[in-house]
């Protein structure tokens, strides 16, 4: 995998818990709405690397343990992908400065 690709499955990852986490806000701003339908986020890898987000209404009430669970664990693997980014970015530019040097 190159770098450039080991920076966009980053970046995937970092939008699919992006969405995650909008579903997240979503069920705890509607968790007292009369007929509120709890959001579930599906995560799904990507043939050509990196990973998918769906959301999708479930059957069940909005629980607020599960929802901070769930929001912890999106903010764990955000700040992973990011580090990953971040590391695949410093890595092509030190590639970049041996080639021009």
Do not use: C, H
């Amino acid at each position: 995998m190159s770098i450039s690709g080991i920076t966009n499955t980053a970046l995937s990852g970092m939008r699919a818990q992006t969405t995650r986490i909008g579903a997240i806000a979503n069920n705890v701003a509607n968790s007292s709405t009369s007929g509120y339908a709890r959001l579930n986020t599906s995560l799904t890898s990507v043939a050509s690397g990196g990973v998918q987000a769906t959301v999708s209404p479930t059957a069940s009430d909005v629980d607020p343990a599960t929802e901070l669970t769930d929001l912890l664990e999106a903010e764990q693997s955000y700040k992973a992908n990011a580090v990953v980014f971040e590391t695949g970015a410093d890595m092509w530019e030190m590639l970049m400065s041996i080639k021009r040097d």
